[in-house]
């Protein structure tokens, strides 16, 4: 059998995209403030005895001054020259929460739109870019998916949460008959609202 000290080793780091959808600003990235003072992805390198997940949890803990998300892997960004520090291989995660999740936003951190974020380290910029489209093949294979919008909605609600995601409008009688078989209808009707009262919907097996 062989030694495993006779093998080179990379470091492995995590690095995470948080994406929300904000009330003024539509789809949203974290970032947290690097210590160039720089914007960056909460990320750390993997400490001596710890998993994956823990390391993901205490960057967001530490850095974005987040608990309780559960952020799933998204890709292993394995270029050799992605960090000019030395062999550094980056798993990144992903997790979609409700803006609320995020709110007050601490001064080190901010939510910005994914084209908006400016000049990033590494491959950030691109770690972001996956986490988008990864996001929006989901929001166009199911409603509200991540569960960003209270339940029970209107599907004026639903289509303007979808159209955030998407970064762009969608056409209202492809997109209702595209999501209602997987809704139900409460028998409910929105009220305080201007105009006529709407439908109430719930996810199916919400």
């Known amino acids: 059998m062989s030694d495993l000290q006779s093998y080179v080793r990379p470091s492995v780091a995590v690095d995470t995209v948080v994406l929300t959808v904000a009330p003024d600003a539509g789809l949203s990235v974290l970032l947290v403030r690097g210590p160039g003072g720089g914007w ?19 960057s967001l803990r530490d850095k974005a001054h987040v608990d309780g998300l559960r952020p799933r892997q998204l890709h292993v960004f394995d270029a050799l020259d992605r960090d ?7 798993v990144a995660h992903l997790d979609v929460v409700p803006w ?4 007050p936003v ?28 990864h996001t929006r093949r989901e929001y ?31 056409p209202r ?3 209702r008959r595209r999501v209602e078989p ?10 305080g609202q201007v105009g006529k009262p709407a439908r109430l919907f719930v996810r199916r097996g919400r």
């Not at 000019?84 to 980056?90: H, I």
């Not at 997987?182 to 009220?191: F, P, Q, V, Y």
């Open 173 to 175: 009688d492809t997109f």
């Open 182 to 191: 997987a809704l139900r209808d409460t028998g409910e009707l929105s009220s």
């Open 84 to 90: 000019d520090r030395g062999w550094v291989l980056s």
């Open 40 to 58: 960056a992805l909460p990320g750390t390198f993997l400490h001596e005895g710890e998993t994956l997940a823990q390391a993901v949890l205490r």
């Open 106 to 133: 601490p001064d080190d951190v901010r939510l910005v739109p994914p084209d908006r974020t400016g000049p990033l380290p590494f491959d950030h910029a691109e770690i972001v870019d996956l986490g988008v489209q």
């Open 100 to 103: 609320e999740r995020l709110t």
């Open 140 to 170: 166009a294979a199911a409603p509200d998916p991540a569960g960003l919008l209270p339940q029970p909605f209107t599907l004026r609600q639903l289509q303007t949460l979808h159209e955030a995601v998407a970064g762009g409008a969608l």
